[in-house]
């Protein structure tokens, strides 16, 4: 999580998180990205450097200021990973849901992953040379790069904090573009040329 005010910089955090269940449904590709030290605290064996998932939704409530703008690449992803932690965190379905209505309330989200289908399609490069036009975030960083933006190339794509960084950058590239993302807050799909397949966010818990 990295937070800026007035384009600086406040805040940045990274923590590791307890897995709340068998160990053994642990996704291994997943789990394959971290050393054996994170793994082992990732499954509780080592208890320090690790938070459980109360501590995580305490985290991010406390990070989600009455008025925020959150900003992500492909939102309904990354909301939907906090849907299902409080699901799973919370005995009772409507506190989970209380915990969402309240945090999707309080800020704005804003999806650079829409804002990108709207602007064009990027050109992905492959290591054997062929192209494809995606919208992925590496899709557009490199995009951003060849345009002359200072977008350090993420070498540890995947990894929470790397791919923030990252993002970070690229909405800085993208403002500078176009100062329009605020007309894209609490959008969740293709806008203009679709605009019956919006998803608007809300209160209500996304699906």
């Known amino acids: 999580m ?3 005010e007035n384009g600086k910089e406040i805040k940045r955090s990274q923590n590791l ?3 709340a269940g068998n160990t053994k449904n642990i996704n291994q590709n997943i789990l394959s990205n971290f ?9 509780g064996e080592i208890k320090e450097g690790a938070i459980d998932l109360g501590k995580l939704l305490d985290d991010i409530k406390e990070a989600a200021e009455e008025g925020m703008i959150l900003v992500s690449h492909n939102a309904n992803f990354d909301v939907n990973i906090i849907k299902r932690a409080a699901h799973k965190h919370f005995k009772d379905k409507k506190e989970a849901e209380k915990y969402m209505d309240e945090l999707l309330t309080s800020v704005k989200i804003v999806d650079t992953y829409t804002v990108s289908k709207d602007r064009k399609a990027y050109t992905e490069v492959y290591a054997d040379g062929s192209t494809v036009e995606r919208n992925t975030q590496d899709a557009m960083i490199e995009h951003y790069q060849k345009k002359g933006a200072n977008i350090p190339t993420n070498k540890n794509a995947h990894r929470a904090l790397s791919d923030t960084e990252s993002l970070v950058h690229m ?3 993208m403002v500078k573009e176009r100062d329009d993302l605020l007309d894209y807050a609490n959008i969740i799909g293709v806008a203009d040329k679709h605009r019956d397949n919006l998803v608007k966010i809300g209160p209500q818990i996304i699906a």
């Open 2 to 4: 990295i937070i800026e």
């Open 17 to 19: 998180v307890r897995y």
């Open 35 to 43: 050393s054996k030290e994170e793994q082992a605290k990732i499954r």
């Open 171 to 173: 909405t800085h590239a």
